[in-house]
Structures are given as structure tokens and as C-alpha cells.
């Protein structure tokens, strides 16, 4: 079975914290044990409430039986890529720090998956190794460690993992693998064509959502507009929530001047925060009115990440300070914090931007490095080096 390409959403950018020195708010604290904070969103009647309820009653029922465990702990996983809630990825934790059994290859890998959410990008690849020397056929492990050197740029190590891959006969999970290297070490004609024939051997809708995606991202950066907006709009045509999809979808309609289509796109999202963060650069280039609630918003969640040592959302947060709250020293700074854990194209732009409105070129050197070295072909990057200089 063809793995679900939800495992490249490592989505670094679901992370968080707090760049400005204001005071943090005392923490809430419930009268009771028995007062309700929040409610989930899930109803108990809806298919995805009913399917949670059946694996955490088997996983009770079944505590050393790693399958189950497994298949509970992949369950919270998919729901916080589609709800981008990080309590998903608490409960994931909790499960599997519970097991007492001898972790089984993939429960290995769904810890390191929940690792790499926290940046331990070292410990990830330690337990993905791990479940690797219990199955060297197992497919997730490489492909998670793909991604983890793609966000760390070592196209090298990535380019393995996706041979790894093709020797397995994972020929799908393998182009999208090899698609994505290609487009990010420079060679953005070929790592589209690459995507193109994996979204052609693609089966599930998974699997076709995350590649027509990454397809909409790369001939952005080829500057074909025509052609990235209809592969967002085949993706969201899917009928899937997806954090990331709405994430690069609002990013390509921002680039192009479209930020009310923004506030219209995200408007009941204010639960994620990198998608809080894209809603509120759109309602303050359209003056909206709800936009000073969802800075005070957004400004207490950083404050509370920043509070419990969680940095995983330094790009949105640098965006946050450079294009709402004008602060361009601040926004620096969070973006080189960033930069230094995590290396994606993205991640370089915002590096890019916030040194270009600081009007502090040094900062920005190791982008400007990677883009010569990899002679990457995003076009409004490469602008925004000219203007570096």
C-alpha cells in the first residue's frame, strides 16, 4: 500500500514563539478540575468522532499490542496536519510514551515523527535509524528522513534516502521524494516533471493532495502563475482539510494581491496559528476590523510558546512582527533564529525579507550562499538578493 504522503508534511511551520520583551500574561487557572477550557471541535455523531472513539477503546483494550497503539497515535497525527490543533500531537505523545513494550519499527517512526514536531530533528533521525535496523524495508523511516534533511538542506543524505525508496518499489513515494530534492538543490524543471509522473502513479487522495501542492509551489517559483493556481485549485478541490495546503495557498494568493480571498479563505482558522498568522497579514492589508483582535491574538500565543521554551513557529512569527507589527530588528532576529534549525525555501524568504526592510545584508549571507551554490530559481527570491545588495 502506497504510504500517505502526509508523512512530508513535516510542516515545520506549525511551531511557535514569542520575539517581542513584552510582559506575558499570568496563566489561567480553572476553579475546578471539572471546568470545560475548551471544546474540540469533533461532535460525537460525526464519522471522524465515531472512527477516534473505536482506536483509543481498541488501544485500551489492547495496551502491549504495538499495531493498535500505532494506528491510534497515526490517527492524532493526520488530525493535527488537518486542524494544525498541536493537542493531537500531545495525546500522539502521550500514547507512546505509555507503551511499555519494545517499540515496534513503526511505532519507532511515529516517535520520531512527533519528535521532529518539537525541531529534534537529531533525536527523530536516531529513532527513525532505529526502526530502519529492525526493518530495512520499512519506507516511512526513509521517507521521514528525507524530509528531515530537506528541511536541513543536506540535499545529499536526501537524494539516498530517496534511492532508498526507489529500491523498494515505492516508485510514487519515491518520485516524490527525488521531485522535491531536484526543485529545492535548483533544478526546478525537473523536480516538477518528477512530481508530475509521482501524481500520475499516485492512488490515494492523500498522496495526490500533498503532490499537487508541492507542484503549485514549485511553478510559483518559476514564476508560472497560471499553471500554480490550477494545481491549488485541484488540491482544494479534494475536499480535504489540510493545513499546509492552506498555508502554501495563501501565501501564492498574498504574493499576487490577493489578501481579501485570504480573509475569506481562513476566516473560521483561527485555531492554527500559522494560518492566524497568514489571516492577519490579510485583514491588516485590508483594513480589517478584526484584525487588531487577532494581533492581541496572536501575540498572547507566542508569548505563551515562548513561555514553555516552544520556538517551532520562528518563520510565522518573524512574518508576524515584520508585516503587521512593522518591527523589522525583531522580525530579523526570529527569522536567523529559524534559519538556523530549519532551511526550506520558505524559511529563506522570510530570512530574505525581514534583512531587506532591516537593511542588514550580512544577516542574510547564508541565503544568499545557498542560492548561489544551489542556483535555487525562486524568482522573487532571487529579486530580493538584488535588493540585499
Given at each position: 500500500m502506497l504510504m500517505r504522503l502526509t508523512v512530508w508534511m513535516w510542516s515545520a511551520a506549525l511551531a511557535g514563539g514569542l520575539a517581542s520583551q513584552g510582559a506575558i500574561a499570568a496563566p489561567f487557572v480553572p476553579a475546578s478540575d471539572n471546568q470545560v477550557l475548551q471544546k474540540l471541535p469533533a461532535r460525537a455523531a460525526d464519522p471522524a468522532a465515531q472512527e477516534l472513539a473505536t482506536l483509543r477503546s481498541s488501544a485500551r483494550q489492547r495496551p502491549k499490542d504495538p499495531d493498535t497503539q500505532a494506528a491510534l497515535v497515526q490517527r492524532y497525527v493526520d488530525l493535527a496536519n488537518a486542524q494544525g490543533d498541536p493537542r493531537y500531537i500531545g495525546y500522539a505523545d502521550a500514547v507512546v510514551s505509555a507503551f511499555a513494550g519494545p517499540l515496534s519499527p513503526e511505532l519507532l517512526t511515529l516517535k520520531g515523527v512527533l519528535r521532529q514536531y518539537r525541531h529534534d530533528f537529531q533525536g527523530a533521525l536516531q529513532d527513525f535509524a532505529q526502526a530502519l535496523t529492525l526493518d530495512p524495508s520499512y519506507a516511512q523511516a526513509h521517507a521521514w528522513r528525507g524530509a528531515i534533511y530537506l528541511v536541513q538542506a543536506d540535499y545529499s543524505a536526501a537524494r539516498k534516502e530517496c534511492s532508498a525508496l526507489e529500491q523498494l518499489g515505492r516508485d510514487a513515494l519515491h518520485g516524490a521524494c527525488q521531485g522535491l530534492t531536484?526543485?529545492?538543490?535548483?533544478?526546478?524543471?525537473?523536480?516538477?516533471?518528477?512530481?508530475?509522473?509521482?501524481?500520475?502513479?499516485?492512488?490515494?487522495?492523500?498522496?495526490?493532495?500533498?503532490?499537487?501542492?508541492?507542484?503549485?509551489?514549485?511553478?510559483?517559483?518559476?514564476?508560472?502563475?497560471?499553471?500554480?493556481?490550477?494545481?491549488?485549485?485541484?488540491?482544494?478541490?479534494?475536499?480535504?482539510?489540510?493545513?499546509?495546503?492552506?498555508?502554501?495557498?495563501?501565501?501564492?494568493?498574498?504574493?499576487?494581491?490577493?489578501?481579501?480571498?485570504?480573509?475569506?479563505?481562513?476566516?473560521?482558522?483561527e485555531s492554527a496559528d500559522s494560518l492566524l498568522v497568514r489571516l492577519t497579514i490579510a485583514e491588516t492589508l485590508t483594513s480589517s476590523p478584526k484584525a487588531a483582535g487577532h494581533v492581541k491574538m496572536l501575540a498572547d500565543r507566542f508569548a505563551a510558546a515562548r513561555a514553555r521554551g516552544d520556538t517551532t513557529h520562528l518563520a510565522e512569527e518573524s512574518r508576524f512582527e515584520l508585516q503587521v507589527r512593522k518591527d523589522a530588528p525583531t522580525a530579523l532576529r526570529l527569522a536567523q533564529e529559524n534559519y538556523a534549525y530549519q532551511r526550506e525555501p520558505r524559511d529563506a524568504r522570510v530570512l530574505l525579507e525581514a534583512a531587506v526592510v532591516a537593511r542588514q545584508a550580512p544577516a542574510a549571507q547564508p541565503v544568499v550562499d545557498w542560492l548561489s551554490a544551489s542556483n535555487f530559481g525562486d524568482l522573487r527570491m532571487k529579486q530580493l538578493a538584488k535588493e540585499l545588495k
Open positions: 531536484q526543485s529545492y538543490s535548483g533544478d526546478l524543471s525537473a523536480g516538477y516533471e518528477t512530481l508530475r509522473q509521482a501524481l500520475a502513479q499516485a492512488r490515494s487522495t492523500a498522496s495526490q493532495l500533498w503532490l499537487l501542492t508541492r507542484m503549485g509551489e514549485v511553478a510559483a517559483w518559476q514564476g508560472r502563475t497560471a499553471d500554480a493556481r490550477q494545481h491549488y485549485h485541484q488540491a482544494l478541490a479534494l475536499g480535504q482539510d489540510d493545513i499546509y495546503l492552506l498555508a502554501a495557498w495563501s501565501d501564492f494568493l498574498l504574493d499576487n494581491g490577493q489578501a481579501a480571498d485570504v480573509v475569506k479563505l481562513l476566516s473560521s482558522w
